[in-house]
């Protein structure tokens, strides 16, 4: 005779999504940048003084501790909104997920095309078929392969020419879906950290953590000894889908493909085994950091996927602090934070955000916590 199998053990408030919810009026949703990036207002939480101040980004390396090493995510956005038409006449949508430079393109030397699996969303009127193929420039198509997991289609992209170029020429910038207004000429700067490479292009979405900086402030961190290093992650739509389950425990979490170079690994050790601390600049270069480690089983360097769902309980390995902006009520980045600081501190100081008036979301304020 076997032993039954002992019940899961019952959800505490950190499990549940309902105690990550909070009220966030429509108007401190930014769905522009402050003009000038670093002018923006910070939140500093101070965890071991139990503090909250009110400063401007600016003054960063005022605030960061002695020694730190700030890690950034050097991903680009790139241009993978779609606009086009089915042969039917009727409209068609398609958001590149798969980073650019993860491609494996095969190109067929008869016509002189270049196609490569790939997974999206597509949005038509109706579901499309194995098959369908839609045009959304003479050298750019996407052709229906199947469904895939949250949501995607998976596809064949097929295009004839340089894909970068082809996407900067018809693309969209794949702006979050709460900032409801079509992207312009001017989001292709301010949607784009300073430090973006081009060889790192893939992300559905920016590290938004990252649009504070300007190169005028990073010479100042530098000339105060605060010393930067950067990994990949290359975002995805998953930073922005709802979590769907109400215990925690049953999330589950997408993927994105993260690199931590061997230079960056080395970085980071050095400043941990000085006892400097490393601070994750956003949510994506601290999923990568955690991640890293989780998949690897040790930190070190690493370049591969991760579905890391970073929740109260977590341990953090590397991350001992954070700069990020203010997110969605019940994300999974809010969930993040509160893994780092505690629910009810974050959850207070998002309280004096909202009752303050701080810019929530991509384009809104930034917060760092110590």
């Known amino acids: 005779m076997t032993d039954a199998k002992a019940p899961p053990a019952p959800p505490v408030p ?100 270049t196609s490569a699996p790939a997974a999206g969303l597509l949005r038509v009127s109706r579901p499309p078929r194995p098959g369908d193929r839609i045009d959304f420039a003479p050298d750019l198509a996407v052709t229906a392969v199947s469904r895939g997991a949250f949501g995607h289609t998976e596809v064949t992209l097929s295009w004839r020419g340089a894909l970068p170029e082809i996407l900067t020429r018809i693309g969209h910038v794949p702006l979050p879906p709460y900032i409801r207004r079509a992207d312009d000429a001017a989001d292709r700067e301010t949607y784009q950290t300073v430090y973006a490479r081009d060889d790192k292009l893939g992300s559905a979405a920016a590290p938004t953590a990252g649009l504070h900086f300007t190169e005028e402030l990073l010479a100042r961190l530098a000339g105060r000894g605060f010393r930067l290093t950067a990994v990949t992650c290359h975002v995805g739509l998953g930073t922005f889908s709802p979590v769907r389950v109400e215990d925690l425990r049953d999330h589950a979490m997408h993927q994105e493909w993260i690199e931590v170079s061997p230079e960056a690994a080395s970085a980071v050790s050095r400043a941990k085994a000085e006892g400097r601390p490393v601070i994750a600049v956003g949510t994506t270069a601290a999923r990568t950091l955690e991640g890293a480690v989780r998949e690897a089983g040790a930190f070190g360097a690493f370049a591969g996927f991760t579905d890391i769902f970073i929740r109260p309980g977590h341990r953090f390995a590397v991350v001992d602090g954070m700069v990020t902006n203010f997110h969605l009520p019940g994300s999974s980045l809010v969930i993040m934070l509160a893994a780092l600081a505690g629910r009810e501190s974050i959850l207070a100081a998002y309280g004096q955000a909202v009752a303050s008036g701080y810019r929530f979301f991509s384009y809104g304020d930034a917060m760092l916590v110590l």
Do not use: Q
């Open 14 to 113: 950190e499990d549940l999504l309902a105690s990550y919810h909070f009220e966030l009026p429509d108007a401190l949703i930014a769905d522009r940048p402050c003009e000038v990036r670093d002018a923006c207002r910070l939140m500093v939480l101070d965890r071991a003084a139990g503090s909250l101040d009110h400063r401007v980004f600016t003054d960063l390396p005022d605030l960061l501790p002695e020694g730190a090493l700030l890690v950034v995510n050097n991903t680009k956005v790139a241009p993978v909104r779609l606009l086009g038409k089915r042969p039917t006449g009727g409209a068609a949508e398609f958001l590149l997920l798969t980073p650019v430079a993860l491609l494996k393109p095969e190109t067929d030397p008869a016509t002189g095309w």
